[in-house]
C-alpha cells in the first residue's frame, strides 16, 4: 500500500534555531517528492520538488533532502522565522499510467516561538 | 504570479442541504484536482481531471458526490445532501499535467461548515 508517514507530528522551536522534519515512504513507482509549506487556512504552497536523481534541492532556508534508497526525505529550516510556522506536508508522486497519483502525508506542524 | 481561484471561502449549511464549490486553475493547466482536507490532516483527493476527463474519482462518495469540469477548464463539486462529516477545507489545484516533476499549484480553498 502506498503511504507516506511524517515526524515529528508537530514540533516547536524557538526563534532563530534550526529544525529538521522527517518524510518516509512507500511509494511505488516512485516519481517525484514534494514538500508543501501549509499555513492555518490556507491551501498548500510549494517549496522544493526532487526527483529519483536529486539528493538535495533548497530554497532560501529550506533544504530538502532525499534517499531514493532508504525511501527517506527530510526538510531542514535554518535559522526559523515566526513566519515559519505552518503545517509542513510530504507529497510522494507515483507514476501511473497516463498520469500522476499523489501521496500525501499527514504533515508536520510547526510553531516557531519567540 | 498566476493563481487557482476558488469560492466560496468560506461557507455555513445546515445539513441535507445542497453546496457547491467553483474552482478556476491557472490558465493552460490541464490536469485539475478536488482535495478534501478535515483540520489536522492531510489533503485526500476527492477527483483528477485531465482536460474534461476524469481520471481518477475512486475515493469520491459518489452518493452524494459529484464533480463536472465541461469545458476543460473551470469546475464544480457539489455536495447533496451535505452531511456534517463533510465540515472541512475543499481544495482545488491545477498543473500542466505534462509526465516528470510537474508543480501542483492550489488555491487558497473552500471552508465549509455543515451544522
Known amino acids: 500500500k502506498n503511504q507516506v508517514e511524517q515526524s515529528p507530528q508537530s514540533l516547536i522551536i524557538l526563534e532563530g534555531k534550526n529544525c529538521t522534519l522527517q518524510c518516509n515512504y512507500t511509494v511505488s513507482p516512485f516519481s517525484n517528492l514534494r514538500w508543501y509549506k501549509q499555513d492555518t487556512g490556507r491551501g498548500p504552497v510549494s517549496l522544493t520538488i526532487m526527483t529519483f536523481s536529486e539528493n538535495t534541492k533548497s530554497n532560501g532556508r529550506y533544504t530538502a533532502t532525499l534517499d531514493a534508497d532508504t525511501k527517506q526525505s527530510s526538510l531542514h529550516i535554518t535559522a526559523s522565522q515566526l513566519s515559519d510556522s505552518a503545517s509542513y506536508i510530504c507529497v510522494v508522486s507515483a507514476e501511473e499510467t497516463g498520469f500522476q497519483k499523489l501521496v500525501f502525508g499527514t504533515g508536520t506542524r510547526l510553531l516557531v516561538s519567540p | 504570479e498566476a493563481e487557482v481561484a476558488q469560492s466560496p471561502r468560506y461557507k455555513i449549511t445546515e445539513k441535507s442541504q445542497a453546496v457547491a464549490f467553483w474552482c478556476d486553475p491557472i490558465?493552460?493547466?490541464?490536469?485539475l484536482y478536488w482535495y478534501r482536507q478535515i483540520l489536522g490532516q492531510g489533503p485526500e483527493l476527492l477527483v483528477q481531471f485531465q482536460d474534461e476527463s476524469v481520471v481518477d474519482d475512486s475515493q469520491l462518495p459518489k452518493d452524494r458526490f459529484s464533480a463536472e469540469r465541461l469545458k476543460g477548464v473551470d469546475s464544480t463539486l457539489k455536495i447533496q445532501p451535505a452531511e456534517l462529516g463533510d465540515s472541512a477545507m475543499y481544495l482545488c489545484?491545477?498543473?500542466?499535467?505534462?509526465?516528470?516533476?510537474?508543480?501542483?499549484?492550489f488555491g487558497a480553498g473552500s471552508r465549509l461548515t455543515v451544522l
Open positions: 490558465s493552460g493547466h490541464a490536469t
Open positions: 489545484a491545477s498543473s500542466t499535467g505534462d509526465p516528470g516533476a510537474n508543480v501542483l499549484t
